[in-house]
């Protein structure tokens, strides 16, 4: 368990609003991801960082934008949602020697 | 044709039977074979890894990874209703370290 703790749990917003997803990790853990989850689709990474300041894209990164300015916290923005961003997001954390992926409870956010 | 592919189901099995789930992959460089557990409204947790090919074992779960085909395997052993989850499938490659492709993930019903 690398302690990592998502808010909010869930979200109900407006299309256009933007909304910001929180993650944060006790572990110290350099790598922290960010996935949404859709039926049928899996787990598809959004954006992932591999240090402060340090990100990049993954597969689905488009209308999504990410900020970490502290090892322990990773910033998930959504900056004007759309109903297409209705989905579950996990924030994960990896251990580096073994390539162990720590999962979030997940934040459930929908887009009306 | 996505990199990782993985049916779905769900798996239906009656209580002590082999759960049998497995992925195909198109890339060839991936080198690391994972499967993770997602029970319902959870993130998903590791529960086998797997490196090159070959077996590995953990108590009731075997692990197989067979490269030349492109092909990876879970099994279960005497399943029981507490392995009632979706599974999913992970693989990433040395050249793209930290960037890891999920399969769509199994859903396993094992009844009483």
């Known amino acids: 368990d690398a302690g990592i703790t998502q808010s909010p749990r869930h979200k109900v917003t407006e299309t256009g609003t933007p909304v910001t997803l929180r993650c944060h990790q006790t572990?110290?853990?350099?790598?922290m991801y960010w996935y949404r989850q859709d039926p049928g689709h899996g787990l598809r990474l959004i954006h992932y960082?591999?240090?402060?300041?340090?990100?990049d894209k993954g597969e689905v990164s488009d209308g999504y934008s990410v900020s970490r300015s502290k090892t322990e916290d990773f910033l998930l923005t959504l900056e004007s949602a759309t109903s297409s961003q209705t989905s579950v997001y996990f924030c994960?954390?990896?251990?580096?020697?073994?390539?162990?992926?720590?999962f979030g409870e997940g934040s459930r956010l929908t887009v009306l | 044709q996505k990199e990782v592919e993985q049916d779905p189901g769900p798996l239906s099995v009656p209580e002590g039977a082999i759960v049998s789930l497995n992925c195909t992959y198109s890339?060839?460089?991936?080198?690391?074979f994972m499967w993770y557990r997602q029970y319902s409204r959870k993130g998903p947790e590791l529960l086998m890894y797997?490196?090159?090919?070959g077996n590995k074992e953990d108590g009731r779960f075997t692990a197989q990874v067979d490269k030349s085909s492109k092909y990876i395997s879970l099994f279960i052993r005497d399943s029981q209703p507490s392995d009632s989850a979706t599974y999913l499938c992970?693989?990433?490659?040395?050249?793209?370290?930290?960037?890891?492709?999920f399969g769509a993930g199994t859903q396993v019903v094992v009844t009483p």
């Open positions: 994960a954390t990896m251990r580096e020697g073994t390539g162990e992926l720590f």
């Open positions: 572990e110290n853990h350099r790598y």
């Open positions: 960082s591999y240090g402060v300041k340090d990100t």
């Open positions: 890339n060839s460089a991936f080198q690391y």
């Open positions: 797997t490196y090159s090919s």
């Open positions: 992970a693989m990433t490659a040395t050249d793209s370290w930290g960037k890891f492709q």
